[in-house]
C-alpha cells in the first residue's frame, strides 16, 4: 500500500523550491497558501469558491473548534472533511499560539497551557497530548504540535527564549509519543524568537527528533524582513531537506516571496480576508482602499485583468457603496478577490520558480506590493 | 414599437391569478416573491445565486440609495442594472414608509416629509415629485409614488387615517405629473388602514387617477388575517383588474397565500433574509430554528429534497455551528436556502392556479408553515 502521504520535490531555482504534498484527500502543489478557515470556514465564502479561486488546502484552528463545536461533534460529521464539506486537505493548528500569546489569563507550566475559556469562562487546559487527540479527531491531514511562543523580539530576553524553546522541545517529544493515527502528519515547530543560535539550536533538536514536516512558529512578531530571511534560512541548513516547511501566519505578498526565497513551502495568513473586511484589496499595482472618495463612480473593475468573480461582475464604486452601506456582500466578494490575488501569487512563483526566473518574479513582488494604487 | 412594459394574465383560479410582467429588462412569471435589497445588494448573496434560486425581480429602496451612494453614482455607473450587476428587472420603493413611520424625527406636511438624515443628520426633504426623480434617475423598471402611512390598528382613530389615506391620492396626482420616463411604470399605493370603507375609497380614487400598478400599503401592520383578506378583497373590486397589484412588505407563507388568494400579484418580504440571519429556516414541515440543541451533530440536510445550493452540500450540524462561531458565511447560506423556498412557494403557485387547485395547495401551505419543524 502506497503512504497515505508524501512530499515530493519537483524544482529548485536557488533556494526557493516546488513541489506537491500528496494527501489521502487530495495534493497540495507548493509553494502553497492555506486560507484561513479558524471555525471551519473562511469567512463569509465556500468550499466551491475556494476552490474555484485555486485553493487546494485550508487551515482550521483545532482550539476554536475543540471550544466550538467540539472535535466529538466534528467526529461524528465525518471529520473536517465530511462537517465543513471542503474535501480537499486540512491543516489544523493546534491553537497553542491563541491560547498562550493571546489570552491574557493563560499560565503556561511543564504540563501545557490553562486558561479561561473565552467562550464559557471554564478553566481549561491544553497539553501536547491533547492537542494531538483533538486533531486526531478533528481527521485534519496535516497536524501542529503544541509549542509555546514567546514574542521575537520581546523584553523578556534571551533566557526566556531559551526556556520556550526548550520546552517546546519536550513538548514536541511528547507529542510524538501520544500520536495514534497513520494517516496524518504530525509537524514539529522551531521556536527561538529572533535568536539566530536559538532558532539553529531548535532546527536541529527538532529535526534530530524528527517529524513528517517542520514549522518556523514566533516569526512576523516585530523582527524586520532582512532578519527573518536570516532566521529562515540557519533553521533550513538544519531541517531534513526533504520534508514540507511551513512558515505560520505571515504575510504580506513580499514577505511570502521572501520566504519562498529562503525554501518555505506553505503559508497562512489571515492577511487576505482580514483587509477584505476593512475594503482594502490587493492588486498587481499595490492596496486599493476602497474607501477612498476617488472609487465613488468608478466602474472599472478592482483589478482589470483580474481572473476572479468579483473582477468579472463587479465595480470598485459597487464594492464601496456595499462597504459604507455596511452589507455583508463587501466583505465576501473583497475576499474572494484577495483570496484569488494570494493564490495567483503563489501559482506565478511556483511558475517562476519552474522557469528559474523566480529572483525577478521576486523582485517585482517587492516592488509592487507594498505600494497604494494610484 | 411594443410597449417597453406590459402586463398579461393568462389563468385565474377563483380570485387568485397567474400572469407575466414584460419589462425592458425581462420578465416576472407572477405570483412572484421580490427579495429585497435594500441598497442594491441581498445581504450576502450574489446576482447569480439570486436567479439560480429563481428569483425574477428585486427590490431596493430609492430613499436609501438616495442617501447612498446618491442616484448620480447609481446613474453614472449605469443605473440599478449597471450598478449591481443584477441585469433583471428592479421595483423600488419610495422609501416613505420607512421615513415616515420609522424615523422618530420625520415631520409629514403637504408638501412632503421632512426629516434628519439617518446618515449624516441634515435636514432632509422627501417629496411626491422628488421621489419620482430619485427612482427616475435609479433606473428601475417599477417605481413608487410616495405615500403617507399611518398604522392600520393605531390609536389616532380614522380621522387620522382618512387624512392619511387623502393626501396619499394628493400626492399621487403630484407624482404622475412630475414622470419624465416613459420606460419605466409607476403604481399608486392603496392607504387607509384597517378601515374597509376607506380603503375601498382609496382604491377607487386611486384607480381613477390611473397608474400603471396598485400596491396595498400600510397592511401587516395589526390586523388578523381575516381581516387582511378583506381589506384586499375590497380594494380589488375598486381597481383596475388588468394592471399588477403589489402586497408591501408581507409576509409569512400563509399570508402570501392568503394574498394570492385574493389576486395579488407581487410581494416582497425581508422575513426570510431576517429570519436567516437569526437561524431560522424555512422548510416544507415548518420552521427550523438551528440554534437548538438537537441539531448539535444533525448531518442532514436544513430540508432534506430541497434543491437549493445550502441543502445540497451542508448538514444542520455545520450551519448550527457556523452560527453560533458568528461566521457571516452562517447567514449568507441560510439566506439562500429561504429565498428558495420563498420563490419555491411562488413556482408552486403560479403551478397550483395553472391547474385550478389553488385553494388546496393554499391550504397545505397554511396548515404547515406555521408550525415548529419537530
Redesign the interface.
Known amino acids: 500500500m502506497p503512504p497515505a502521504l508524501s512530499f515530493a520535490l519537483a524544482q529548485a531555482d536557488g533556494a526557493a523550491r516546488a513541489g506537491r504534498l500528496a494527501t489521502p484527500h487530495g495534493s497540495v502543489d507548493t509553494p502553497a497558501f492555506m486560507p484561513v478557515a479558524t471555525?471551519?470556514?473562511?469567512?463569509?465564502?465556500?468550499?466551491?469558491e475556494l476552490a474555484a479561486a485555486g485553493a487546494q488546502i485550508l487551515l482550521a484552528n483545532a482550539y476554536?473548534l475543540h471550544e466550538?463545536?467540539g472535535e466529538?461533534?466534528v467526529a461524528?460529521?465525518?471529520g473536517l472533511h465530511?462537517?465543513?464539506?471542503w474535501r480537499g486537505p486540512w491543516l489544523t493548528d493546534s491553537g497553542g499560539y491563541q491560547v498562550t500569546s493571546l489570552a491574557g489569563s493563560a499560565r503556561v507550566d511543564e504540563d501545557g497551557v490553562t486558561f479561561a475559556s473565552p467562550v464559557d469562562g471554564t478553566r481549561r487546559q491544553l497539553t501536547p497530548e491533547s492537542a494531538v487527540a483533538i486533531q486526531e479527531a478533528l481527521g485534519s491531514d496535516l497536524a501542529m504540535v503544541l509549542d509555546e511562543c514567546v514574542p521575537a523580539t520581546g523584553e523578556a530576553g534571551a533566557a526566556r527564549g531559551r526556556a520556550a524553546m526548550e520546552r517546546t522541545l519536550r513538548w514536541a517529544e511528547r507529542a510524538r509519543r501520544a500520536r495514534r493515527r497513520s494517516d496524518q502528519w504530525l509537524f514539529g515547530i522551531v521556536q527561538g524568537g529572533a535568536d539566530a543560535a536559538l532558532r539553529r539550536a531548535s532546527a536541529r533538536a527538532t529535526g534530530e527528533l524528527g517529524f513528517d514536516g517542520y514549522a518556523h512558529g514566533g516569526l512576523g512578531l516585530g523582527e524586520d524582513a532582512a532578519a527573518r530571511r536570516d532566521l529562515l534560512a540557519v533553521a533550513h541548513e538544519e531541517l531534513p531537506a526533504a520534508a514540507p516547511r511551513y512558515l505560520m501566519g505571515l504575510g504580506r505578498p513580499s514577505d511570502l516571496v521572501d520566504a519562498i526565497a529562503a525554501g518555505v513551502d506553505l503559508f497562512d495568513c489571515v492577511l487576505p480576508t482580514r483587509h477584505a473586511r476593512h475594503g482594502v484589496l490587493f492588486t498587481r499595482d499595490g492596496l486599493l482602499r476602497l474607501r477612498n472618495a476617488r472609487y465613488?463612480?468608478d466602474?472599472l473593475p478592482p483589478e482589470p485583468g483580474c481572473d476572479c468573480p468579483t473582477c468579472a461582475?463587479?465595480?470598485r464604486?459597487?464594492l464601496?457603496?456595499?462597504l459604507?452601506?455596511g452589507?455583508?456582500?463587501a466583505?465576501?466578494?473583497a475576499s474572494l478577490h484577495n483570496l484569488r490575488f494570494y493564490l495567483r501569487l503563489m501559482a506565478e512563483s511556483r511558475a517562476a520558480i519552474r522557469d528559474h526566473r523566480f529572483d525577478a518574479y521576486r523582485a517585482e513582488v517587492a516592488l509592487r506590493s507594498g505600494a497604494e494604487l494610484s
Chains 1, 2 share one sequence.
Do not use: W
Not at 471555525?39 to 466551491?48: H, I, K, L
Open positions: 471555525y471551519g470556514a473562511v469567512r463569509g465564502v465556500t468550499p466551491d476554536h466550538r463545536p466529538d461533534v461524528r460529521c465525518g465530511g462537517f465543513t464539506s465613488r463612480d466602474a461582475r463587479f465595480s464604486a459597487y464601496r457603496h456595499l459604507r452601506a452589507e455583508s456582500l466583505g465576501r466578494l
